[in-house]
């Protein structure tokens, strides 16, 4: 008989725990229609109203550099962050979970939460999102290493860097000599791609009559970075560059290996080497 109380009560108090919930007391609202206010966003923890918020963002423990903003949507009658693949891709999902979060978006969207092993937690009085998801759906990450999908190619404009020098002869017998030289570099950023020309000017005078001018571009060449190949694409006229044979001048385009896309741990080439 005693065993038999003891159950009932034990099952008394499960019931009574999980029925806990927060309820808010409108009677507390001074306002006409408090009964129309919809208060059941604030009784869960992590919720905001439905809208787009800017706020930081953490993967894993790991703070991205930008700020997001991200769109809290309805779902099952509670609000839930709603991610754009862009942003996926700026938290450093791989190809394939974007793919598929592709497949399933809501209205340009897709609410991560749906994820069993993805977890999120809003720190509203920060304004940060908390994400935790496992590590194979993630790409590698360095703290000493920007990826791709972060890079910021800057505004479009042109430059001009140069260097100029003046002279002036006048002998005592003779006619007086001028001479305006400059050299230096022209370029032009747009996007990814960037512009660059080499030049000399040259224009001589006497008596302050012009009697040469000369301007040339000893190279003109375009090139960009390929972050998939991790590599750099050069179109023109150009130096090769080689730690083993000379440089040489050549027309056309090359496409090199750029290590210094890859994350340090990854640069070079270091074999291990075991002895038995």
């Known amino acids: 008989m005693i065993k038999n109380i003891y159950c009932s009560l034990s099952v008394l108090i499960i019931g009574c725990a999980s029925a806990y919930a927060v309820e808010f007391n409108k009677d507390l609202i001074e306002a006409e ?3 129309n206010v919809n208060l059941s966003q604030f009784e869960t923890d992590g919720q905001l109203p439905v809208g787009k918020y800017s ?9 991205t550099p930008i700020h997001l903003d991200l769109q809290w949507v309805l779902i099952d009658n509670q609000t839930a962050v709603c991610l754009t693949p862009e ?9 394939e979970i974007i793919e598929e979060a592709q497949q ?3 209205d340009g969207c897709y609410p991560i939460e ?4 993805i977890t999120t937690y809003l720190d509203k009085g920060k304004m940060q999102l908390s994400i935790s998801a496992p590590q194979a759906w993630l790409k590698y990450k360095d703290a000493n290493w920007t990826p791709p999908e972060l890079w910021d190619h800057g505004i479009a404009g042109a430059f001009l860097d140069y260097n100029l020098y003046a002279s002036h002869y006048a002998p005592h017998q003779g006619d007086n000599s001028q001479n305006i030289s400059s050299y230096g570099q022209a370029g032009v950023n747009l996007g990814a791609w960037r512009l660059r020309t080499d030049y000399q000017y040259d224009q001589s005078f006497n008596n302050g009559k012009s009697q040469a001018t000369n301007l040339d571009f000893p190279r003109i060449y375009l090139f960009r970075p390929i972050p998939a190949m991790n590599a750099k694409l050069t179109i023109g006229q150009y130096d090769t560059e080689s730690s083993i044979f000379d440089s ?3 027309s056309g385009i090359s496409l090199k290996s750029d ?4 994350p340090p741990d990854l640069r070079g080439y270091a074999p291990q080497i075991e002895v038995a």
Do not use: S
């Open 248 to 250: 040489f001048h050549f």
């Open 104 to 106: 399933n978006l809501i």
């Open 259 to 262: 290590e210094n896309m890859l």
């Open 33 to 35: 229609d408090r009964e």
């Open 55 to 63: 706020l930081n963002a953490l993967i894993n423990n790991k703070r």
């Open 87 to 95: 942003q996926l891709t700026l938290l450093g999902f791989t190809d």
């Open 114 to 117: 749906k994820e069993k092993q």
